[in-house]
């Protein structure tokens, strides 16, 4: 799959998007109470959600049915200078989150996996500014209980969506999961608009290992994948 046709993440240039007016506003419903874990994979921070029934759904935007939220989690860099997957007009931000969403219409995750429609994941651009994101607090004070690969910890009480910019325009194109092995069942929504965040809150994340409790240090940095070929796909935009 990782060499097929549809593969994420791209770099979008302005001057090839085609504004598309049917296009309508995404919306988010969030229940805190679904928040259930957070976990360091050795990959990446990863929030995990309840999504045994429809409690955190997404819809609208490019989506013909609702989504559940299953998980978010994270791609940075080694410094602020770069670390998202999505590039934008030739720029690189610091990070992106991912909030991964699945077609419920396909009955689990794993049957969601294996259609093109069966999975929506919302990208937030990060940037850094003087500001720290306040909203982001929680999830970087967790990150002293999980610093090393394996480690989980509880995560309840918290909606995502306070995470979203103020701005909902976005961006959307059809591909794939940007790990291994990259199914290419995912409706991208990106947002135009970045979330500011301090560089402690950065370095904050940068403070992760890869590696287990007891082996040598290894900074869990630059899990991010490069751009692939975008092999004849439209990105609409939501806005002019
Ligand atoms: C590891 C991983 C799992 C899932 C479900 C989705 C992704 S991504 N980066 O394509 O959003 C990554
Ligand atoms: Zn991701």
Redesign the pocket.
Known sequence: MAKGDKQ?PIEINSKDVKHDSSLSSWHASYDPGAAKTILN?G??C?VVFDDTFDRSVLRGGPLTEPYRL??L?L?WGSSDLHGS?HIIDGVKHAAEL?L?HWNPKHGN?AGALKQPDG?A?V?VFLKVGKTLKPEMKRILEEIENIKTKGKEAPFLHFDPSILFPKCRDYWTYHG????PP?EEC?TWILLREPIEVSSDQMAKLRSLSKNGENEPLCPLVDNW?PPQPLKGRIVRASFK
């Open positions: 994420s994979n990959r990446t990863r299953r998980q989690h791609h997957e991912h991964v995750f999975v994941v990208g794939s999961f940007t790990t990259c995912v994948r």
